[in-house]
């Protein structure tokens, strides 16, 4: 066995992969909203300890090219040439919770499952200058830990 196949195995790189789909429509803030999770397993058998849900809100901001200053959102809108700005993202999350689930995935099978997602009301509403994802990582014992992401839309 090469170093490569070390590393993937050791790494559980072969592992089951995560899916999410976001609710359709805007959701609003305060709100429980539902998710679909589809876990695909890998070549080896994998037991899901707990899913991670997360809402992760991204604010952008902008930097002067010149002199590599910050500048926010509304006074970057009041400027008329915004040419020497470039955009950039500050992200936190505004939910993480943990969803016991115990479940074990043959290799190469599917499980789907529907979760709920209780949409905090102190985040900020979706718009072109904040957005808004929705991750949900799996906790695998013997592998990394897979992620899927999907944007969900706050009102």
Known sequence: MGFSEKMRESLGAEGARVRVVAP???VPRGQTTTASVTITGGTREA?????????VEADRYWVRSFDGARVEEADAQALTN?????????????????LELSQVIPPGSEHSLTIDVPVPTDCKATSVCCSHTLNV???????????GN????LA
């Open 47 to 55: 037991t899901i300890d707990a899913l991670i849900v997360r809402v």
């Open 137 to 147: 990582q799996a906790d695998i014992k013997g592998q990394i830990d897979p992620a």
């Open 24 to 26: 359709e429509g805007t």
């Open 150 to 153: 999907a944007r969900i839309n």
């Open 82 to 98: 915004r040419s020497g700005l470039t955009a950039g993202w500050d992200r936190q999350p505004v939910l993480e919770q943990r």
